[in-house]
Every structure is written in C-alpha cells, then in structure tokens.
C-alpha cells in the first residue's frame, strides 16, 4: 500500500434531542492496522475525487486556534488525540457561533503518501446498511458515506513546513450549496483561500485553445496537442499532483523561430494562471467535447467533429449536424410521423 497511517481517530458530532448539537470525543487514537490504513486510502481517494477544491493556507489574522495547536502537534508538544479533541470542540464552537447543524463523524487521518506529510480532516455522515444473513434474518449497520463527503479539507503538512509563504498547502472542497456550507468549515481551521481551482482549470483549457489557435493551423493537430494536455491531466490525477504550467509548455508546440511557448505566452496574459494548481477531473471532458445545455436542450459532440460533421454559424446562431445518431434519428422519425398523422 502506497500510503503509511500515522494517527487515525473518529469523533462523533451528534445532535440530541433537546436541538442541540454535542461533541462526543472517542478516548483514544485507532490501532494502526490493515482495516485503518484501507480506510485512510478511501478517504485520500475519495477526497481527490471530488472536482473544484479551493487552495489556500493559514490566516495570520485569524482567531482559530487550529494552526497552532497542529503546530504544537508538529513540534511533539501536543499529542494527536489531544490536538484532534481541541479541534473537536473548535468545530463544535464555530458551528453554534454561525448558527449551522451539522452532524456525523469527524475524521482526522495523518498519513504520508508519495513522501508528502498530510493531515485529512472530514465530516461524514453514514448511512444504514440492511444485510441478510445465513439464518435469513435481517442484520443492520451503518457506514461512512464516503462518495457522498461534502466537508472535507487536507493539509499538506511538508509544504506547510517547507514551503509556508506558497500559501497553497490546504485544499478543501467547496460545498454541496456552493460556498455557505464550507464556509464554517473554512473558519472553524482559519484558512483564507488562494486559488480558485474550477476557474484555474476553466482559464486554463481556453487558454490553451486561444495558444494552439497561434501556433497550430490544421484541426487535426490541434486535436492531437489536445489529446497530449488530456494524457497529461490524467496523469497528474493519477499520481496526485499539480498541473505545471511549465511542464505543460514542455508538451504543447513552441515557435522555434522566437522562442515562444506557453510559458511565455502564460506570461503575457492579463490574468496568467498560477504557476502550479490542483487539476480538475471534469475539465478533462472539455478537453475531448463541445457540450452545452439550456432552455431545454443538452448538446454534445467530439471537437474533432467540428468542421466536418457539424458547423457553427455565429451570424444565424445555428448549428448544422450532418449524420444525426441513428438512435435520435428514429425517435425524431416517429415523432414527425405522429405529427403528420
């Protein structure tokens, strides 16, 4: 198993009868042990999963005491298990201060993986299993709704340690209900974001169009230096890690005669992406496809197609497809013939 379990408890963030929200600390830190570490995988993978985190990193200003007690854990002057009851009971201040319930699990794993420190924090809710057992009795259980984590947010402690003035060592997800809902979550730790990773990512796939459209004159060599920046994301997926611009520069076509690359042309923008940020999974079908939808009609089509199979006219604002998918094509046959009829 690529990742390595330092410290791994669950606390309990219950709502009571009387409306309440309560705190329920669990007394010790987990054993270490297959189950954990499958577990904290899960989590890691989960958390990478999810497309459009925000990046940032402590706020100097703020009245969180969550930074510096994961200092005082770095240090070795706090224990895990005391740092995680502290910020337990930070949560549960910050959700009575904000006026928001919210209940579940709270998880924090500390684990390393491809020799990156991390510290993942998350509130999960779980939800009922009903089983069948040999003596065809119903058995009940509940358990962690990982593909649903909503409230979830990582620290990348070597860059923390390293590399602090980057201010990009803390990723999180930003919420079921846009930014309302992370928004305590953000202040129960004291994170200030930085980078915008859906807009980056969004900036990034029309950057690269308006640079391919410089450099590269024929469709279908366009389409290949797509399909490139495609295989590159898939790869930083893959191994977690940040899309390089300068690495992407390495990739796409350069004008020799000037020295120009997408570095270069990165640079001269009026809002030039960062440096480095976290790729976004759903951006990796715009890269391969046209789509749309509004007013009641959802459109999507392979960019090679455009020019050959389909045409845009901007002066009519219509669209022309030649070779509608036979499947459309019947359902659009039937329709007409019950009109006529």
């Known amino acids: ?38 577990l904290s995988q899960q989590l890691h993978s989960a958390f990478n999963s999810k497309p459009g985190k925000g990046v940032g990193g402590f706020d100097s200003e703020s009245a ?59 509130l999960i809710d779980t939800k009922q ?49 846009g930014r309302k809902v992370s928004d305590f979550f953000m202040n129960f730790i004291g994170c200030e974001e930085k980078v915008d990773v859906k807009q980056q990512n969004k900036q990034l796939m029309t950057q690269v169009d308006d640079y391919l459209a410089e450099q590269v004159s024929e469709p279908k060599e366009k389409d290949d230096h797509r399909g490139s920046v495609a295989n590159y994301f898939k790869q930083q997926l893959a191994e977690d890690s940040d899309v390089s611009i300068k690495e992407l520069a390495e990739i796409l076509p350069r004008d020799n005669e000037h020295s120009f690359d997408f570095e270069a042309f990165n640079a001269q923008a009026e809002q030039p992406l960062e440096p480095n940020f976290q790729p976004d999974r759903s951006m990796l079908k715009s890269l391969a496809k046209f789509s749309g939808s509004g007013g009641g009609v959802t459109i ?42």
């Open 64 to 122: 969180s005491t969550f930074a510096p007690s994961l200092k005082q854990v770095a240090d070795n002057e706090l224990t895990f298990l005391d740092f995680s009851v502290n910020s337990g009971n930070l949560l549960l201040e910050t959700l009575v201060n904000d006026a928001m319930v919210e209940s579940g699990f709270l998880i924090f794993s500390h684990y390393e993986h491809l020799a990156t420190e991390y510290l993942l924090v998350a």
């Open 129 to 177: 299993h009903i089983a069948v057992n040999q003596d065809l009795n119903l058995d009940y259980s509940q358990y962690l709704e990982l593909a649903k984590m909503q409230l979830a947010l990582r620290i990348d402690m070597t860059q923390w340690k390293i590399t602090p003035e980057q201010f990009r060592y803390i990723s999180f997800i930003k919420g079921r209900m």
């Open 1 to 38: 198993m690529s990742l390595m379990v330092h410290n791994f408890v669950v606390h309990r963030l219950s709502l009571a009868d009387d409306g309440k929200l309560h705190f329920i600390p669990r007394a010790s830190c987990f054993e270490i042990n297959t189950q954990i570490e499958t």
């Open 300 to 341: 999507s089509f392979e960019r090679k197609l455009l020019g050959e199979r389909v045409s845009y006219n901007p002066h009519t604002d219509t669209l022309m497809i030649k070779g509608i998918p036979p499947n459309l094509k019947d359902q659009l046959l039937r329709a007409t013939k019950s009109e006529q009829d």
